[in-house]
């Protein structure tokens, strides 16, 4: 991975950490993950508007289904995302999800994209899934907690966590192929990809709109946060991926556990900092390895 990739990668996985501390704190559902569409549809609209009045006219059926596929399985996720916030700790989630899905994902690359897998790439992405199963809370994933509650937020964690990686290693590979194999705008791929994730949550908005603008009126200030935050991730990492194999690029985003991993406990007050920081130690591993692989 060149130097100019990783520095993406890092700086993403910042940002990253970062909103998603902030959807923890929102305690939200899918009304929030509409909101912060919206937000992010009309925010970032002098960008993503110009950039469609010149590009999309040429999209053919081939980058719509793309579109389409990539929207659907952002919903999905999201909303995984937040109701496995609202059940368990971010610090179990947040790393489960993150772990899974590029570990899929790299898999996904390398069978379907023909992507080589190089000794420090697999080291690399070895030393990331090792991090992620620390800080997710270790032996106890299998041994479970002795505090029935607590072994029960673990359950919960472990089971929309993984839920949440399946998703993420979805949408990372059909991203992946719209960016390096369409030649999509990266920038498009998200903001376009954003507007068809709306209509998608427009049912459940409008559904109960008292509820919606009750959830606007308690939510708002992380709903602007995510929604000017979250694109900007996300477009560095599919820039990324223009620029190094998406099997190294999609474990590398695990930096983001350097930093969710320290400002979640210390933020959240979520507990058992050592193994999580010997687990973000690894993830660092990781990240070296694949970065020099």
Same mark, same amino acid.
């Given at each position: 991975?060149?130097?100019?990739?990783?520095?993406?990668?890092?700086?993403?996985?910042?940002?990253?950490?970062?909103?998603?501390?902030?959807?923890?704190?929102?305690?939200?559902?899918?009304r929030?993950?509409?909101l912060?569409?919206?937000v992010?549809?009309?925010?970032?609209?002098?960008?993503?508007?110009? =950039?469609?009045?010149?590009?999309? %006219?040429?999209?053919?059926? %081939?980058?719509w289904?793309?579109?389409?596929? /990539?929207?659907? *399985?952002?919903?999905?996720?999201?909303?995984?995302?937040?109701?496995?916030y609202?059940?368990?700790?971010?610090?179990v989630? #947040?790393?489960?999800?993150?772990?899974?899905?590029? =570990?899929?994902? /790299?898999?996904?690359?390398?069978?379907?994209?023909?992507e080589?897998?190089?000794?420090?790439?697999?080291?690399?992405?070895?030393?990331?899934? /090792?991090g992620?199963?620390?800080?997710?809370g270790g032996?106890?994933?299998? *041994?479970?907690?002795?505090? %029935?509650?607590?072994?029960?937020?673990?359950?919960?964690? *472990?089971? #929309?966590g993984?839920?949440?990686?399946?998703?993420?290693?979805?949408y990372t590979?059909?991203?992946?192929?719209?960016?390096?194999?369409?030649?999509?705008?990266?920038?498009?791929?998200?903001?376009?990809?954003?507007?068809?994730?709306?209509?998608?949550?427009?049912?459940?908005?409008?559904?109960?709109?008292?509820?919606?603008?009750?959830?606007?009126?308690?939510?708002?200030?992380?709903?602007?946060?995510?929604?000017?935050?979250?694109?900007?991730?996300?477009?560095?990492?599919?820039?990324?991926?223009?620029?190094? %194999?998406?099997?190294?690029?999609?474990?590398?985003?695990?930096?983001s556990?350097l930093?969710?991993?320290?400002?979640?406990?210390?933020?959240?007050?979520?507990?058992?900092?050592?193994?999580r920081?010997?687990?973000?130690?690894?993830?660092?591993?990781?990240?070296?390895?694949?970065?020099?692989?």
């Open positions: 991975m060149s130097a100019s990739a990783l520095a993406l990668v890092l700086l993403a996985g910042l940002i990253h950490a970062g909103w998603n501390i902030a959807a923890k704190k929102a305690g939200g559902d899918v929030f993950a509409a912060t569409s919206l992010q549809m009309l925010f970032w609209a002098p960008l993503g508007l110009w =950039l469609a009045a010149r590009d999309v %006219p040429g999209w053919g059926v %081939p980058e289904r793309l579109i389409v596929a /990539s929207a659907a *399985l952002h919903c999905l996720y999201f909303v995984a995302l937040l109701r496995g609202r059940r368990a700790d971010l610090t989630v #947040y790393p489960l999800a993150r772990g899974s899905g590029p =570990l899929l994902a /790299s898999l996904a690359a390398i069978a379907l994209l023909g080589r897998l190089t000794i420090g790439g697999a080291l690399g992405i070895a030393g990331v899934v /090792s992620v199963f620390l800080i997710a032996p106890k994933i299998w *041994l479970g907690a002795h505090d %029935p509650v607590q072994a029960g937020r673990l359950q919960a964690g *472990l089971r #929309y993984l839920l949440t990686g399946v998703f993420i290693a979805g590979v059909v991203d992946g192929v719209a960016v390096k194999v369409l030649v999509l705008s990266p920038i498009l791929v998200d903001y376009i990809g954003n507007i068809v994730r709306l209509l998608f949550f427009a049912p459940a908005v409008m559904r109960d709109r008292g509820t919606t603008a009750a959830h606007w009126r308690r939510q708002w200030k992380h709903a602007l946060l995510i929604g000017v935050a979250s694109p900007v991730a996300y477009v560095l990492v599919l820039y990324a991926m223009r620029m190094a %194999p998406l099997s190294h690029v999609a474990p590398a985003r695990e930096v556990m930093f969710a991993a320290l400002l979640g406990g210390q933020l959240l007050g979520e507990g058992e900092r050592v193994p920081i010997a687990g973000a130690a690894l993830i660092a591993f990781g990240v070296v390895a694949l970065a020099l692989g």
